[in-house]
């Protein structure tokens, strides 16, 4: 793809999660086009950290041998899209901030969102990160089906 630009997709934790532990949809989906290298992950060092977290959590209540496969199949995602880092804003600018989203622990997550200038945020969280929040951050927020939808009508 030298020379065309890829979609940069900055991914929420509820996304990536979902498309690691999920057998299919379009989480999964989402996750196959960054590891296909057909669009670019975008990866807030805020939302690694708590994906890598719920991974945990969630590896606690499998057997060891699938526990191990969702550690694994992580590690070879993230090999595979080899993911656009974005570091932990700044606490003061995460303090200043928190007017801009109504969810506290969002604040990071946003920042790290406004500084990468993905082309699309994407998220199931649509109760905090709402039109209103994409309005004043000129982010484009949306669902997986929002994105599918937005790029299927590409093809039409």
């Known amino acids: 793809m030298t020379g065309q630009h ?7 934790s509820n996304v990536l999660t979902g498309g ?12 196959s086009l960054c590891a296909a290298r057909v669009c670019r992950l975008v990866l807030a060092e805020v939302v690694r950290d708590e994906v890598e977290e719920n991974l945990l959590l969630h590896a606690e209540r ?18 595979l899209t080899n993911p ?7 606490r003061d600018l995460v303090r200043s901030s928190r007017h801009m989203i109504r969810h ?10 406004i500084a990468s200038k993905p082309d ?16 004043r951050t000129s982010l484009r927020i949306a669902t ?13």
């Open 6 to 12: 890829r979609i940069r997709l900055f991914l929420d």
């Open 20 to 31: 690691i532990v999920s057998p299919w949809g379009l989480d999964k989906a989402t996750l």
């Open 62 to 79: 499998l057997s060891s041998l699938d526990a191990d496969q969702v550690i694994e199949d992580y590690r070879r995602l993230m090999r």
């Open 84 to 90: 656009e880092v974005i570091p932990y804003p700044d």
């Open 104 to 113: 506290a622990a969002d604040v990071p997550v946003l920042l790290s969102a």
């Open 120 to 135: 699309w945020l994407l998220t199931h969280n649509t109760k905090h990160f709402t039109k209103t929040v994409a309005q």
């Open 144 to 156: 997986p089906a929002d994105f599918f939808r937005a790029l299927s009508a590409l093809f039409k």
